[in-house]
C-alpha cells in the first residue's frame, strides 16, 4: 500500500488521503528522499528501484531529491482537508514541499 502511495506522490507531487496513512507515509518516504539526496552509488539505486518497482519512478524520485539539497528533513507537508460527510474521517493532502 504504501509503495503505491509513494509512487503516486513522487508521480503528481501530492495524494489525498486519510491522516493516519498520511502520517505513516511519511516514515516510509522520507528515508526514501533522503537516499536519493546521498551520493548515487549502484546499490543505492537497485535499493530505490525495489523499493518503488521500476527504474523510471527511481529516476522521478532522484530528480525531485536533487531539489532538496538544502533541507535535511520535513520533505513532506500534511495539510488538513474538512472531514468527509460520508464516514466522518479526517483527511490530509500529502505533497512534497519544493
Not at 19 to 38: C, D, I, V
Not at 48 to 61: P, V
Not at 72 to 86: D, E, H, I, N
Amino acid at each position: 500500500m504504501f509503495r503505491n502511495m509513494c509512487v503516486s506522490l513522487v508521480k503528481s507531487g501530492y495524494i489525498v488521503t486519510s491522516e493516519a496513512k498520511g502520517k505513516e507515509l511519511r516514515k516510509y518516504f522520507e528515508p526514501l528522499l533522503t537516499k536519493a539526496k546521498k551520493e548515487m552509488t549502484l546499490a543505492v539505486r537497485r535499493d530505490l528501484i525495489s523499493e518503488l518497482g521500476s527504474n523510471a519512478r527511481a529516476e522521478e524520485l532522484i530528480a525531485r531529491a536533487t531539489k532538496q539539497t538544502k533541507r535535511q528533513g520535513g520533505f513532506l507537508r500534511l495539510a488538513k482537508l474538512p472531514v468527509t460527510s460520508s464516514d466522518g474521517s479526517k483527511k490530509v493532502r500529502v505533497e512534497i514541499i519544493e
